[in-house]
């Protein structure tokens, strides 16, 4: 290739101009190659992207290497559960609200101490990640599928503030993140009790319904883009809360593809030779274009049903919901995310003092 700021010298005689002339479309044929090999069209109908452009970090933490480790203790208290970990000398509290069809069990890997819980991978990390930070984490499950807005505020209200009472936690800042239902369920619970910050993810909030005042927390969005509907009304919220002088963040969660490694790297109890499998089973369906991309969400695709149909590939119904919450986060619309932790703890943190 030519280097910038090269000046060539004059052609001198035809054989010169020849050979420069090969070298030119040799050079121009070599670059086409190139932009071919690296950039492509998606059949499908996708936009001109990398091909597998863009992985997922590998866990942190899995099942058997851990920087931190999961010991909750369990209660029940005003008709509801709580689990909740603290770790040594911790610098602040962490209420995470689960969505629909959530449970606090969905937090926690199951152990000893919790041996109902599940440990979606998900919100898993999201507790890792909390405890990792030096939060001490609580999560409560909803009475009903989805979480209410009425009294159920006040009984959350009521039995995080007497968990923080009774761990001696008072002084520390309290913040919160609730996912879908969870997010609304956080944003109107911000208006009842004080935190320091709070995260809605997947969630607009209920900011028609609630009286917003000056000293409503500092709110990040995590959303999903490709949920318009939901993105349009982020913007305007995003606006209300300004003009209120609330500092207010956005984070944007795209969509990623799948690699042979993928669920491996993010499902504990999922090895590589398993993930390979099921990434060549969603090839041979359809489920997953040619670079990896989820073609639909992984609620819309029949994929269990397919594979229940290859009996050659057996598979632990436990880790069903696990690949069902990758499989939505693949595709990104709508599900529980911790890929953005590190900006989700940053926000936390900024906002502490």
């Not at 899995?62 to 369990?74: A, R």
């Not at 962490?94 to 926690?108: K, P, S, T, Y």
């Not at 489920?287 to 149909?309: P, T």
């Amino acid at each position: 290739m030519l280097k910038r700021g090269y000046k060539p010298k004059p052609w001198i005689g035809a054989q010169n101009c020849g050979v420069s002339v090969f070298l030119m479309f040799f050079t121009l044929m070599l670059m086409l190659v190139v932009f071919l090999l690296v950039f492509h069209y998606d059949s499908d109908g996708a936009n001109p992207s990398l091909a597998y452009d863009y992985e997922l970090p590998k866990q942190k933490w899995n099942s058997s290497d851990s920087l931190v480790s999961l010991h909750p203790k369990k209660e029940f208290r005003n008709g509801t559960d709580l689990i909740w970990q603290v770790p040594e000398s911790p610098k602040g509290v962490l209420f995470l609200a689960h969505g629909c069809n959530g449970r606090a069990i969905n937090f926690w890997d199951k152990s000893p101490e919790c041996p109902d819980c599940i440990g979606l991978p998900e919100e898993r990390l999201l507790v890792l990640h909390g405890l990792a930070q030096g939060f001490a984490v609580i999560t409560i499950s909803s009475a009903q599928r989805c979480w209410t807005l009425g009294k159920e505020v006040m009984v959350v209200k009521d039995i995080i503030e007497w968990w923080i009472g009774r761990r001696k936690l008072e002084k520390l800042p309290l913040v919160a993140l609730g996912a879908s239902s969870g997010g609304y369920f956080v944003s109107v619970l911000a208006a009842a009790m004080k935190f320091s910050s709070t995260v809605l993810m997947i969630a607009e909030g209920m900011f028609e319904q609630i009286d917003v005042k000056g000293d409503y927390p500092p709110t990040l969005f995590v959303h999903m883009p490709k949920d318009l509907y939901r993105q349009q009304k982020i913007d305007e919220y995003v606006k209300v809360l300004k003009d209120k002088g609330i500092d207010v963040g956005v984070v944007e969660c795209m969509e990623f593809p799948l690699l042979p490694n993928t669920l491996a790297d993010r499902i504990p109890g999922l090895d590589q030779a398993l993930s390979r499998k099921l990434f060549e089973f969603f090839q041979e369906k359809g489920f997953i274009d040619k670079n990896g991309y989820m073609k639909k969400d992984g609620r819309q695709i029949k994929w269990k049903k397919a594979l229940e149909e290859k009996k050659a590939l057996l598979l632990d119904k436990n880790l069903v919901p696990h690949i069902q919450e990758e499989l939505n986060l693949a595709f990104a619309y709508h599900e529980m995310t911790s890929v953005h932790s590190d900006q989700i703890f940053k926000w936390f943190e900024s906002h502490m003092s």
